[in-house]
């Protein structure tokens, strides 16, 4: 495994997590009495656009693993398009299991999914844009023994971490601290948000580390 490999996994995380940045900054300068937590919503949404515009814009210059065999223009929108209807349906999925997990089925359908938008934004992009709308690719990546490349280790490693971060974000809501961040979903979002940078830090160190060890077979 060639270090350069890893270091360039390590600028593109580098960027991710900048984006997430410019998501808290750049608005406030623009938009009166914004905050994360006064205008959490708008936040999630902006938060939104920024991370995927990044992974997009990675995609197009880094293309760890796209396919040059099929690159005319009908190709490139029907696969566009199936992109989009695969990140409608994570949204819907997502909220669909926040409401049977215990999120109001009625009131606050909003934050419930937008919730599941910012979660579907940690996870479901990056798969989109590293493997394309093909469960099969899915669900080897998150097989035991499926990854072919660092990037599909490193997608692992971020799509459980922002995972578990949501989960644990939701522990603080039921206790009687009286917080203005216990308000659903606002300790989630942000434990997924942590999740996700902790994920785009930890991924390339612990490949790092690994290296000697890792060996991946062609796919």
């Known amino acids: 495994m060639k270090n ?17 940045i410019l998501s808290i ?50 190709y490139k929108v029907t696969r566009f398009l199936k992109c989009c209807i695969y990140f409608l349906m994570s949204c819907f999925v997502f ?20 919730f599941a938008v910012i979660l579907s934004t940690f996870t479901t992009v990056p798969c989109l844009c590293l493997l394309g709308p093909n469960i099969k690719a899915w669900l080897r990546v998150f097989s035991r023994n499926g990854v072919t490349s660092i990037w599909e ?8 971490s922002s995972f578990l971060g949501s989960w644990l974000g939701a522990f603080p809501i039921p206790l009687d601290w009286e917080r203005p961040w216990q308000v659903w979903p606002i300790s989630c979002t942000l434990g997924a948000t942590f999740g ?12 790092y580390w690994n290296r000697k060890q890792l060996t991946y077979k062609n796919n």
């Not at 909220?95 to 937008?114: D, M, N, Q, R, S």
């Open 95 to 114: 909220h669909v299991i926040f409401v049977l997990y215990g999120a109001p089925l009625i009131e606050l359908v909003l934050e419930t999914f937008l």
């Open 25 to 74: 900054f750049i608005p406030s300068v623009f938009l009166e009495n914004f905050s994360i937590l006064e205008t959490h919503l708008t936040w999630l949404c902006i938060c939104s656009v920024f991370v995927t515009a990044v992974n997009l814009v990675l995609y197009v210059v880094v293309k760890p693993s796209a396919s040059t065999k099929r690159s005319s223009l009908s």
């Open 153 to 160: 280790n490193s997608l692992q490693i971020t799509t459980i």
């Open 196 to 207: 996700y940078v902790a994920g785009l830090v930890i991924s390339p160190l612990w490949i």
């Open 4 to 20: 350069i490999d890893i270091k360039r996994l390590l600028y593109t995380h580098l960027l991710c997590i900048f984006s997430i």
